[in-house]
Antibody, heavy 120, light 107 residues
Framework: VQLVESGGGLVQPGGSLRLSCAASGFTFNNYAMAWVRQVPGKGLEWVSVISGSGSSTNYADSVRGRYTISRDNSNHTLYLQMNSLRADDTAVYYC??????????????WGQGTLVTVAT | EIVLTQSPATLSLSPGEGVTLSCRASQNVNRYLAWYQHKPGQVPRVLIYETSKRATGIPARFSGSGSGTDFTLTISSLEPEDFAVYSCQQRSNWPYTFGQGTKLEIK
């Protein structure tokens, strides 16, 4: 079982990035998937979650309207489109597998994370 | 939003000692409380979910208890690989939230 994030990097305030998470070793569409972030030196924060079918999503208030979570079950890939980025979005972003096909809220597999830095 | 407060922030202990970590919720989360372990440079992993259920592959020295707003994670006898950051997380209400973490360091 493996989750590999990509797409992080340095972006200016107001800019956009799209994170990807390639999944392998399990039946991707059988699990809800999530993005969780961690500001260096701070605690973890749920960003967004999507059900196995993609029909149900949730967002943290801090990103709602700016971020969009999506998934391509045929290619076993999870995405996070991040727009209107702000300095306080700077964090390591983790992709994670939820416990069941519906949004459950227990993350049983995590990726290594990708760093997003929002700065001029 | 449910706030989870963990205490203490840091603990210095020796291998072989036992430890109990605390997590207090700002409102009732029933038993929808999980614990994660996170080491620098490594992937976080879930230890306990639904307050007291050990995740697959987690050693029996890890146990969880509590209900409502007060929860604990107990490690019966610390192994060298247990020195890490431990975070609690609730799934009772969206947004799901984490505590700020307790760091276990070697004395």
């Amino acid at each position: 079982v493996q989750l590999v994030e990509s797409g992080g990097g340095l972006v200016q305030p107001g800019g956009s990035l799209r994170l990807s998470c390639a999944a392998s070793g399990f039946t991707f569409n059988n699990y809800a998937m999530a993005w969780v972030r961690q500001v260096p030196g701070k605690g973890l924060e749920w960003v967004s979650v999507i059900s196995g079918s993609g029909s149900s999503t949730n967002y943290a208030d801090s990103v709602r309207g700016r971020y969009t979570i999506s998934r391509d079950n045929s290619n076993h890939t999870l995405y996070l489109q991040m727009n209107s980025l702000r300095a306080d979005d700077t964090a390591v972003y983790y992709c994670a597998r939820d416990f069941t096909i519906t949004i459950y809220g227990v993350l049983i597999t995590w990726g290594q994370g990708t760093l997003v830095t929002v700065a001029t | 939003e449910i706030v989870l407060t963990q205490s203490p922030a840091t603990l210095s202990l020796s291998p072989g000692e036992g430890v109990t970590l605390s997590c207090r919720a700002s409102q009732n989360v029933n038993r929808y409380l999980a614990w994660y372990q996170h080491k620098p440079g490594q992937v976080p992993r879930v230890l306990i979910y639904e307050t007291s259920k050990r995740a697959t592959g987690i050693p029996a020295r890890f146990s969880g208890s509590g209900s409502g707003t007060d929860f604990t994670l107990t490690i019966s006898s610390l192994e060298p690989e247990d020195f890490a950051v431990y975070s609690c997380q609730q799934r009772s209400n969206w947004p799901y939230t984490f505590g700020q973490g307790t760091k276990l360091e070697i004395k």
